[in-house]
T-cell receptor
Framework: NAGVTQTPKFQVLKTGQSMTLQCAQD?????MSWYRQDPGMGLRLIHY???????DQGEVPNGYNVSRSTTEDFPLRLLSAAPSQTSVYFC????????????FGQGTRLTVV | DQQVKQNSPSLSVQEGRISILNCDYT??????FLWYKKYPAEGPTFLIS?????DKNEDGRFTVFLNKSAKHLSLHIVPSQPGDSAVYFC???????????FGAGTRLTVKP
């Protein structure tokens, strides 16, 4: 039972480069989301999806794109990386919206130089 | 605008004693609260939750208390064990809202 799988675990980018963080879940959860964790700030919601074909912005969406073509996958794209995007990124999935807990991946540590 | 606050960045307790982690929130529309535990290099894992219709929820050594009038919740761990050493995040959400807000976390160290 893999749960939520994120790749890669570590990544170093140069300013201006683009890349995609991958996220896949095998629990048939409808709801998926991306968070970033920064020191002293907890986890902040970037984008989320309530089902295939449906995405919406969270608290800090600027500089990121997402798509949800299947229930299982929810990739996060950085269009033009900036040093301010240096962070640890977590993907999460939930069975539903109403009062359910989220299951998190192991995280991707991204450094933009 | 941090709607969920954990004002203690760290807490150290002796094995066997009680650990009390605190969380305050400002949004009166929050009605579902969760605690997550995080070990280094791992994602957060769900620990315990409480709905706003309750003031207490217990699961083994872990109990969460909710005081809606004070907009405050706390997590009690009794007895504390060295394996409980981790960062604990408090989170809150509104009914039917996809946005779960997290606190900054409290690093708990349980000394043998």
């Amino acid at each position: 039972n893999a749960g939520v799988t994120q790749t890669p675990k570590f990544q170093v980018l140069k300013t201006g480069q683009s890349m995609t963080l991958q996220c896949a879940q095998d629990m048939n959860h409808e709801y998926m989301s991306w968070y970033r964790q920064d020191p002293g700030m907890g986890l902040r919601l970037i984008h989320y999806s309530v089902g295939a074909g449906i995405t919406d912005q969270g608290e800090v969406p600027n500089g990121y794109n997402v798509s949800r073509s299947t229930t299982e996958d929810f990739p996060l794209r950085l269009l033009s990386a900036a040093p301010s995007q240096t962070s640890v990124y977590f993907c999460a999935s939930r069975k539903g919206v109403m009062n359910t807990e989220a299951f998190f991946g192991q995280g991707t540590r991204l450094t933009v130089v | 605008d941090q709607q969920v606050k954990q004002n203690s960045p760290s807490l150290s307790v002796q094995e066997g004693r009680i650990s009390i982690l605190n969380c305050d929130y400002t949004n009166s529309m929050f009605d579902y609260f969760l605690w997550y535990k995080k070990y280094p290099a791992e994602g957060p894992t769900f620990l315990i939750s409480i709905s706003s219709i309750k003031d207490k929820n217990e699961d083994g050594r872990f109990t969460v208390f909710l005081n809606k009038s004070a907009k405050h919740l706390s997590l009690h761990i009794v007895p504390s064990q060295p394996g409980d050493s981790a960062v604990y995040f408090c989170a809150a959400s509104e009914l039917n809202n996809n946005d779960m807000r997290f606190g900054a976390g409290t690093r708990l160290t349980v000394k043998p």
